[in-house]
């Protein structure tokens, strides 16, 4: 089965928004692989901006890392946002329950509540947005919510990430019974273990989130899709500032000319 002819370019690395942060850390290391290996390691992720430019779906690190050795190219798979499955992540890992607490007392926009069952259903605080569910080995569990909108919802889990930020962190799929998966990681980490799961955003909250001039934190979406394109690109040609976007355009045709993509399903 053929993938078609998906939709790659070279573009300027400015004009790609970001819609979630990066650590320092992921992104250096992967600055020193891309650097070592003289590849970027599969296309960054994109969707057009309605007001021109691009938004980042996958790839924030690997922008990141880009920037960092002075690229001023990336290469891309332009998608179609509503094409786009988003979903979003559960976190393994270890926080401090009393740390949670304090988030609670020391913003008044923020509302944390005990909850008997594992996972929170369609019930709610009214006036507050559900930003995630913290489930700790030990069996408790908490509803953290924010009031204030949209971007109070999105700093709220950039808090609710740094309560642990510097401690393990695994990411689980969702799918495949990822709940159950994530707390039994979280039990193997010991009395502070904790499965943090992030409710869902829509595309059409990313978007607003973006347009506002604000990013989601890492670890929080997961763009799905259907085909993606797993193919490497040469890291010189992203680093001549000289070539024009001509020179770039007939670059990418000379290396895609012949070439038979397959689909390859991937969880972003």
């Keep these: 089965m053929s993938l078609g002819n998906p939709d790659l370019r070279v573009i300027p690395i400015d004009s790609i928004r970001l819609q979630e942060g990066v650590t320092d850390e992921k992104a250096h290391m992967l600055a020193d692989n891309m ?44 998608v179609d946002y509503k094409d786009v499955f988003l979903t979003t992540w559960v976190h393994a890992t270890t926080m401090d329950s009393s740390a949670l607490r304090r988030l609670d007392d020391q913003d008044t926009d923020i509302r944390l509540t005990e909850i008997r069952q594992r ?49 393990p962190e695994q990411r689980v799929d969702i799918d495949d019974d990822g709940i159950n998966v994530a707390i039994e990681a979280a039990r193997k980490l010991g009395s502070d273990g904790v499965a943090v799961e992030y409710a869902n955003y829509s595309q059409g909250e990313v978007m607003q989130v973006v347009e ?29 500032s000289y070539l024009s976007q001509r020179d770039q355009d007939r670059l990418l045709a000379q290396t895609l000319a012949g070439i038979k993509f397959h689909p390859y399903r991937d969880r972003v």
């Design 35 to 78: 650097s070592k290996l003289g590849e970027i390691i599969n296309p960054v992720v994109v969707a057009p901006l309605r007001n021109k430019g691009y938004v980042q779906l996958d790839g924030a690190s690997r922008l990141a890392a880009l920037s960092i050795l002075g690229v001023p190219w990336a290469f891309v798979h332009v």
């Design 119 to 167: 996972r929170i259903g369609g019930e709610g605080i009214e006036g507050y947005n559900l930003v995630a569910t913290a489930m700790f080995a030990d069996g408790d569990t908490f509803g953290i919510y924010s009031s204030g909108g949209l971007i109070k919802r999105a700093k709220t889990a950039g808090q609710l990430i740094g309560l642990y930020k510097l401690k």
């Design 212 to 240: 506002a001039g604000e990013i989601l934190p890492p670890g929080v979406t997961k763009h799905r899709l259907e085909q993606r394109v797993l193919m490497n690109y040469p890291l010189d040609r992203l680093l001549n």
